[in-house]
């Protein structure tokens, strides 16, 4: 079955950088997008990033903008966020997702379990 797994959460401070990563396996990877979601505490579950199934391309959602970066290794079926310049409202549980090349949720078809990031002011 489809599993993708998140990793590279954890506590940091403000202004700090930190790398998400994201195992795919059980499906063919470079054919889909890659997504990238938080959920903050309290809120719903709200839009990062994406990459195209080749890496050519990518959408960032406006709070994120200039500070990650979204990419992938197609060779390993690896998906990663490159999170710099971090805030305290960036603290949520981050989520990947494999699906289609847009910024919504509904399009995406698999989802990891998440991961945490907490970052302290």
């Known amino acids: 079955q489809v599993q993708l797994v998140e990793s590279g959460g954890g506590l940091v401070q403000a202004g700090d950088s930190l790398r998400l990563s994201c195992a795919a396996s059980g499906l063919i990877f470079d054919t889909y997008a890659m997504g990238w979601f938080r959920q903050a505490p309290g809120q719903g579950r709200g839009f990062l990033a994406t990459i195209n199934w080749s890496g050519s391309a990518t959408i960032y959602g406006d709070s994120v903008k200039g500070r990650f970066t979204i990419s992938r290794d197609n060779a390993n079926n690896m998906t990663y966020l490159q999170m710099n310049s971090l805030k305290p409202e960036d603290t949520g549980i981050y989520y990947c997702?494999?699906?289609?090349?847009?910024?919504?949720?509904?399009?995406?078809?698999?989802w990891g379990q998440g991961t945490q990031v907490t970052v302290s002011a």
């Open positions: 997702a494999a699906g289609v090349y847009v910024r919504h949720e509904q399009l995406y078809d698999y």
